[in-house]
T-cell receptor
């Protein structure tokens, strides 16, 4: 049972380069989320998707775009990477508007922007 | 938003119970208390959650005060593998936007020593 799978696990980019972080879940969850975590900090929500075909901004969306490709997959794109986007990125999925159900997280993508 | 307050660090002897406190004095009546932990910068791992009543599962117990303004996570027999950052989170039930998003603070670093 894979749960939430993120690729790649590590990536180094130069300033201005673009890349897409991939996330897939096999739990048939409706909602999916992208968070970032900076050193010594908790997680902050970047974007989320309530269901296939919908996406919405979280608290730190600037510099990112997302695509909910299908129910399983939710990707995060950096169009022009900046050093301030150096972080660990976590994808999560959940049942949806069910506040008594937990979100489940992937193991993260460690991204460095030089 | 309901916020939580946790001590930045605690330690515990292996085999003893670890009691991690959390204050959430502004919690609303329909908001759940969730606990996650993060080991070595892996993805956050769900532990337990509750609304009003005390809860227990195979990992931990959650004790919520009657006024719901604070809670305690109990790991009954801590092991070295329980060394992690523990996050107490109030799940905001804002149906108008972010699907009961999770607000992560800085958590409590629990160190279990031999």
């Amino acid at each position: 049972n894979a749960g939430v799978t993120q690729t790649p696990k590590f990536q180094v980019l130069k300033t201005g380069q673009s890349m897409t972080l991939q996330c897939a879940q096999d739990m048939n969850h409706n909602s999916m989320y992208w968070y970032r975590q900076d050193p010594g900090m908790g997680l902050r929500l970047i974007y989320y998707s309530a269901s296939e075909g919908t996406t919405d901004k979280g608290e730190v969306p600037n510099g990112y775009n997302v695509s909910r490709l299908n129910k399983r997959e939710f990707s995060l794109r950096l169009e022009s990477a900046a050093p301030s986007q150096t972080s660990v990125y976590f994808c999560a999925s959940g049942v949806g508007r069910a506040y008594n159900q937990p979100q489940h997280f992937g193991d993260g993508t460690r991204l460095s922007i030089l | 938003d309901a916020k939580t307050t946790q001590p930045p660090s605690m330690d515990c002897a292996e085999g003893r119970a670890a009691n991690l406190p959390c204050n959430h004095s502004t919690i609303s009546g329909n908001e759940y208390v969730y606990w996650y932990r993060q080991i070595h910068s892996q993805g956050p791992q769900y532990i337990i959650h509750g609304l009003k009543n005390n809860e227990t599962n195979e990992m931990a117990s959650l004790i919520i005060t009657e006024d719901r303004k604070s809670s305690t996570l109990i790991l009954p027999h801590a092991t070295l593998r329980d060394t992690a950052v523990y996050y107490c989170i109030v799940r905001v039930a804002d149906r108008g936007s972010t699907l009961g998003r999770l607000y992560f603070g800085r958590g409590t670093q629990l160190t279990v020593w031999p």
